[in-house]
């Protein structure tokens, strides 16, 4: 179940808003201005958010551009909202990194058509039940890791660090990057956490052999793939 972030100030669009994403299966929380929904990204991972253009205080456009140059939320894709509608604004809306933009009024089915298509195309792998590579299968459902049928037994960090790596394979990444994915900005931890946690991935791995997908980039970081 994804979970979409909706902020605008009217509590009735985010009643229709919510009613219609909450049909279509999604998780939805909720922020009246900007600060609320700075307050709920601390805690909170959204796989999409659904941000008003016209918010009191600071606007939706700012809050895109400072989303977008965060590490932790520049991957998020934003849809922004608004009754602005001419080509113009439709293109300053996009240039702020937005993926898509809706003009009010909308279709609260044409609306949740748009929220599926960007997820599928900016996050497919992410929103796969089960992702395979190289024989080693995580069903992200049931949380498990698994060789041929055979359990592998992961800690839950090396778990999101497995499941981080196999959305995002053959990209290598840097320590710092892995922190900002994988435990967030919220969290104080070393970058030689990071070294700690890889290799007790690797010695979880180590007896079905597919430690060697977990591949040392030299003067980068690290990289999952099954290609050499």
Not at 35 to 55: G, Q, T, V, Y
């Amino acid at each position: 179940m994804a979970t979409i972030l909706v902020v605008d100030d009217e509590p009735d669009i985010r009643e229709v808003i919510r009613f219609a994403l909450e049909n279509a299966q999604f998780r939805v929380i909720e922020a009246g201005h900007a600060d609320d929904a700075r307050k709920l990204l601390s805690n909170e991972s959204p796989d999409l958010i659904l941000l008003d253009w016209m918010l009191p205080g600071r606007s939706g456009l700012e809050l895109a551009q400072q989303l977008k140059q965060s590490p932790r939320t520049r991957s998020v894709p934003i849809i922004m909202i608004s009754a602005r509608g001419e080509e113009e604004d439709r293109v300053k809306g996009l240039d702020t990194g937005a993926d898509d933009y809706i003009a009010k009024p909308f279709s609260p089915r044409e609306m949740v058509a748009r929220v599926k298509a960007v997820l599928r195309r900016t996050r497919p792998d992410e929103l796969a039940d089960e992702i395979e590579i190289g024989g080693l299968c995580i069903d992200h459902i049931s949380h498990r890791v698994s060789v041929d049928g055979r359990a592998v037994e992961v800690a839950p960090t090396e778990y999101r660090l497995l499941h981080f790596f196999m959305t995002h394979a053959d990209r290598a990444f840097s320590r710092s990057q892995l922190l900002d994915q994988v435990w967030g900005d919220q969290v104080y931890v070393e970058e030689r956490t990071v070294d700690v946690h890889v290799r007790r991935l690797r010695k979880a791995l180590e007896t079905s052999g597919h430690d060697r997908l977990l591949q040392t980039v030299r003067g980068v970081g690290y990289r999952f793939s099954d290609k050499s």
